[in-house]
């Protein structure tokens, strides 16, 4: 008895799972009149972003770069040459320093340098090369 009464209650359960799945009961909601966000997009990975002025800058392994004034609409500033890098310059000379004490990454990393996951910040007492500050 307790056997046919868990086979029809199975039974059952199928059965409605069938109806409601026929019946066009929808799981989500339609979409309706929706606006269509409009953005442009950069890949720039393991992101660190920094505000100045009215500008957002983010940084990112592999010497990505990019800004923005709105937070959705992005462009690169900066070019992915390790010999002439539209920020840092030569970047295998200018830093070959911090390659000494670091090491050298895998050679696939940006020209053999293992260049990850920078983080940026703001310091007004940092003197630029130019003499000025911040």
Same mark, same amino acid.
């Given at each position: 008895m307790?056997y046919n009464?868990?086979?029809?209650?199975?039974?059952? #359960?199928?059965?409605v799972?069938?109806?409601?799945?026929?019946? +066009?009961i929808?799981?989500?909601a339609? #979409?309706g009149?929706r606006?269509?966000?409009d953005f442009?997009e950069v890949?720039?990975?393991? $992101?660190?972003?920094i505000?100045?002025n009215?500008t957002?800058?983010v940084f990112g392994?592999?010497?990505?770069?990019?800004?923005?004034t709105?937070?959705?609409?992005?462009?690169y500033?900066?070019?992915?040459n390790?010999?002439d890098?539209?920020?840092?310059?030569?970047?295998?000379e200018?830093?070959?320093?911090?390659f000494?004490?670091a +090491?050298?990454?895998?050679?696939?990393?940006?020209?053999? #340098?293992g260049?990850?996951? $920078?983080?940026v910040y703001?310091?007004?007492s940092?003197?630029?090369s130019?003499?000025?500050t911040?």
């Amino acid at each position: 008895m307790k056997y046919n009464l868990k086979k029809l209650m199975a039974s059952l #359960m199928v059965g409605v799972l069938f109806f409601l799945g026929a019946s +066009g009961i929808k799981a989500q909601a339609e #979409m309706g009149d929706r606006n269509v966000l409009d953005f442009d997009e950069v890949s720039v990975h393991d $992101p660190s972003i920094i505000k100045s002025n009215d500008t957002y800058y983010v940084f990112g392994s592999h010497v990505a770069a990019a800004k923005s004034t709105d937070l959705r609409n992005w462009e690169y500033f900066v070019n992915n040459n390790v010999g002439d890098n539209t920020l840092l310059g030569n970047i295998r000379e200018n830093f070959k320093e911090v390659f000494k004490w670091a +090491g050298n990454g895998q050679t696939t990393d940006v020209g053999g #340098m293992g260049i990850w996951a $920078p983080d940026v910040y703001y310091s007004e007492s940092y003197k630029n090369s130019d003499g000025t500050t911040g």
